[in-house]
């Protein structure tokens, strides 16, 4: 049996029983109504019968003679049946068919010198009340009534509920039917998806499954299926994986030889060479070590896949970015561009130097290259509250609108020449990796401000050794040129 079928029968079943149910109950009302109303007419009929008998019959004799003459009984409805008894029980008029015995409610009204049965059809309805003469007791009257006329109604009444849920069945069934294949059809659909995945994984390691009657079956199947293939897809990463790091481990030892090799040259340079070129030579040396740990870094990547940062340390921002804009004086002059700094003095953070530096020569190198000739580049290392905001401010063309989203994307390539599209990513990387954040200044006109946000290193207590903010600013002509060391 098919889903969509199950699901019509489903809801064809639990309409129609709920309908019966509902209609069940609406006639149990009907009923206790019914039969209450009955009471009382019966009651009222009553209690005005025995007030008339007692004012006209002043003594259980007088009561005798009355009944005999079927006093009062034309101010009965139709289908009202009267009896009085005395108050021994016996019966002084009233249908003998109805028996010789009174009713269960008359009994209680009378004292009969020995137990008496009582006369009661099932289908008739008893009220009884007693005949007083002032304070005397004298008689007990009994009307009854047939209750065929409210059996009637209520089979009817049945009836009718009975053909509102067959057609309300009917309806029921058609929209059951159009809903459960709305329920089935999505089913079937990530069913087909899961199988479509699964051959995609591994079609190799699929076997043939028999077809299934039903949608869950067909879609446990197909699951069974993609659970083969990821098995098979795991499998296949593993072997991947080992690939991976056997290449870092051959391309690690390539790189390292030729570090190693120029580190070693460096050092020998710098035993011999004069003095005039030990700091240039020295700054040589410095990148070259610092290339080395990158290297390091690089090639053992994370298994959460973010941006490695060790050896922690307190790094002061000023002496970064003087060091910064002294190696890349030079070219600043070269393109025709005027390089320059603001920043406040001990303004420190905790962290990877190295990656640091890596990350502002990133926006530097970006901001050169895509400033035209006679442009300015500015990098301003300033506090605010407790963080560190460092942030590089061009005069070129800006970032596209666009543009401004994507450039921090792996991959995705700016408009300045020579960009691999790799360098703002890692700028984001290393900030968030050191509990900041990288975003670009989308207010700033004209040119573009890239701006790196990190935590403050106070050294100690909050709210000690806070930096003084003391702005300086060093024009290129000031600086010391160097060789370019860039990064990422």
Not at 125 to 136: E, F, K, L, N
Not at 280 to 303: C, F, G
Not at 416 to 441: N, Q, T
């Amino acid at each position: 049996m098919t889903l969509t079928l199950r699901l019509s029968l489903t809801y064809l079943l639990l309409t129609f029983a709920g309908l019966l149910l509902l209609g069940a109950g609406f006639v149990a009302l009907a009923t206790g109504y019914l039969a209450g109303q009955r009471t009382q007419t019966l009651a009222a009929q009553a209690e005005i019968y025995a007030a008339l008998v007692g004012e006209l019959a002043d003594s259980p004799a007088a009561l005798q003679g009355l009944a005999a003459g079927g006093v009062g009984r034309e101010l009965l409805p139709t289908g009202t049946a009267a009896r009085i008894f005395s108050t021994d029980g016996t019966l002084l008029a009233g249908d003998p068919a109805l028996g010789m015995f009174p009713s269960r409610s008359a009994l209680a009204l009378v004292r009969p010198a020995l137990p008496l049965p009582a006369s009661q059809a099932a289908d008739r309805s008893y009220v009884a009340r007693a005949i007083r003469a002032g304070d005397q007791g004298i008689g007990v009257v009994e009307l009854s009534r047939g209750t065929g006329d409210d059996e009637r109604l209520l089979g009817s009444l049945r009836a009718l509920i009975l053909q509102a849920a067959l057609i309300a069945g009917a309806v029921v069934a058609l929209v059951s039917l159009l809903v459960a294949r709305s329920i089935a059809r999505p089913i079937l659909h990530q069913s087909r998806r899961a199988e479509a995945l699964a051959r995609e994984f591994d079609a190799a390691q699929l076997r043939y499954t028999p077809p299934q009657r039903d949608e869950i079956g067909q879609l446990a199947s197909s699951l069974d299926a993609l659970e083969r293939g990821m098995h098979a897809y795991t499998a296949r990463i593993g072997e991947l994986e080992q690939a991976r790091s056997h290449f870092y481990r051959n391309i690690s030892h390539d790189l390292r030889t030729p570090l190693t090799a120029i580190s070693a040259m460096l050092e020998n340079l710098i035993d011999a060479a004069p003095d005039v070129q030990q700091p240039a030579l020295a700054t040589l040396e410095s990148e070259a070590r610092r290339m080395a740990r990158l290297v390091d870094d690089l090639l053992r990547p994370p298994d959460d896949g973010r941006m490695p940062v060790t050896g922690r340390s307190q790094v002061f921002l000023g002496d970064l970015a003087a060091e910064l804009c002294a190696l890349l004086v030079g070219r600043a002059r070269r393109a025709g561009v005027a390089l320059s700094y603001v920043a406040e003095d001990e303004l420190a953070v905790q962290g990877d130097r190295d990656r640091l530096k890596q990350a502002m020569l990133n926006l530097i190198d970006n901001a050169l290259r895509i400033t035209p000739p006679g442009g300015t580049v500015r990098l301003h290392v300033v506090r605010r509250d407790d963080v560190a905001t460092l942030s590089v401010v061009d005069s070129g063309p800006g970032v596209p609108t666009a543009q401004r989203e994507q450039i921090w994307e792996r991959g995705v390539r700016g408009d300045s020449p020579g960009s691999s599209g790799l360098g703002l990513a890692i700028v984001r990387e290393i900030a968030a990796a050191h509990g900041g954040s990288a975003w670009l200044d989308s207010d700033h006109r004209p040119g573009a401000r890239f701006v790196i946000e990190l935590p403050l290193w106070w050294g100690g207590s909050e709210g000690q050794n806070l930096p003084e903010k003391r702005e300086k600013a060093i024009p290129p002509a000031d600086l010391q040129a160097g060789p370019i060391g860039l990064a990422g």
